[in-house]
């Protein structure tokens, strides 16, 4: 995919005076809560969805621009970067929020299915961006927030494929947010652990079980555990929508915010197995270079 839309000549449209977010995935979860949570604050909002009827509610609100969206169409995403700029003049947020899981063992997961969700989780997220930062660089200003994941931090099992979209994601974050910040641009990854979302509900897949070697194994029993307490969760999507408002009205964003307590346990966790690996092998680490021969020579 390449992003190749520019800015449109933009004398004539008028800037609206506040703030002007664009949110993917719009019909449920995070998405819907942070649009509720910006139009009750009288922010302007651009909210997709792949359906409109799923999102004619928020059409009661002034300020409000609602349109399809299919984050892995380019015309698509084009189209909606200009409805916004000839609405609102401006796009001051993106928020990319549109994703679905996949469950299952690596090696019973079906590629075809799998390299959609990548289509959507990282390229469409990808694109969506890209199509975004003209318009943010014209401003010399914005804020993007990417709704990754602490999968994107730690690896579960029959999560694998899904851990990869959002390590993916947090790479790419990572120098997104150098390349864009001496253009007045911020990044930020949203990291949620558990919350009342559709997520280990109805927007996700799982694979076919059909290798009896994994039967009772880690994979099965983490899926298991994760649709059993869809709906039960008991991180708030709607305190969630209050930080990401929080984070964007400051300063100096983090490039990292931990949603959930959960999240800032299992981060941390995987921060002390780092440690632990680093240090254990730091001789051997520091011994690669050449003229370190020596050292290998018992070896």
């Not at 063992?105 to 959507?120: G, H, K, P």
């Not at 099992?157 to 974050?173: D, I, L, R």
Request: glycine share 8%.
């Amino acid at each position: 995919m390449q992003a190749d839309c520019k800015p449109k000549n933009r004398e004539g449209i008028k800037m609206i005076n506040k703030k002007v977010w664009l949110v993917t995935g719009t019909s449920s979860g995070f998405g819907r809560k942070l649009v509720e949570a910006l139009l009750a604050r009288d922010y302007a909002v651009v909210a997709t969805a792949r359906k409109l009827a799923d999102i004619a509610d928020f059409n009661k609100y002034d300020d409000v621009l609602t349109t399809t969206l299919e984050v892995t169409n380019h015309d698509d995403v084009l189209r909606v970067v200009a409805e916004a700029v000839d609405r609102f003049g401006k796009i001051d947020v993106l928020v990319n929020n549109a994703g679905w899981g996949y469950f299952g063992n690596i090696e019973e997961s079906d590629e075809t299915t799998v390299r959609a969700m990548f289509e959507t989780n990282f390229w469409g997220l990808s694109d969506m961006t890209r199509a975004v930062l003209p318009v943010m660089r014209e401003q010399r200003s914005g804020h993007i927030l990417n709704l990754t994941s602490i999968a994107g931090i730690v690896g579960s099992p029959a999560f694998g494929y899904y851990n990869a979209t959002k390590h993916a994601v947090e790479g790419w974050s990572k120098a997104l947010a150098q390349e864009v910040a001496p253009l007045g641009i911020k990044v930020t990854n949203i990291e949620p652990g558990p919350f009342r979302t559709d997520w280990a509900g109805r927007s996700h897949i799982s694979a076919e079980r059909t290798i009896s070697d994994y039967d009772g194994g880690a994979a099965e029993k983490h899926k298991a555990l994760t649709e059993s307490i869809s709906g039960k969760q008991t991180g708030s999507p709607e305190l969630a929508a209050l930080a990401m408002i929080k984070i964007a009205t400051i300063k100096n964003p983090p490039l990292h915010f931990l949603a959930g307590q959960n999240a800032w346990q299992r981060a941390h966790d995987q921060l002390d197995k780092l440690n632990a690996d680093f240090d254990t092998w730091q001789g051997v680490t520091n011994h690669l270079d050449y003229g370190d021969e020596a050292y290998w020579a018992d070896f």
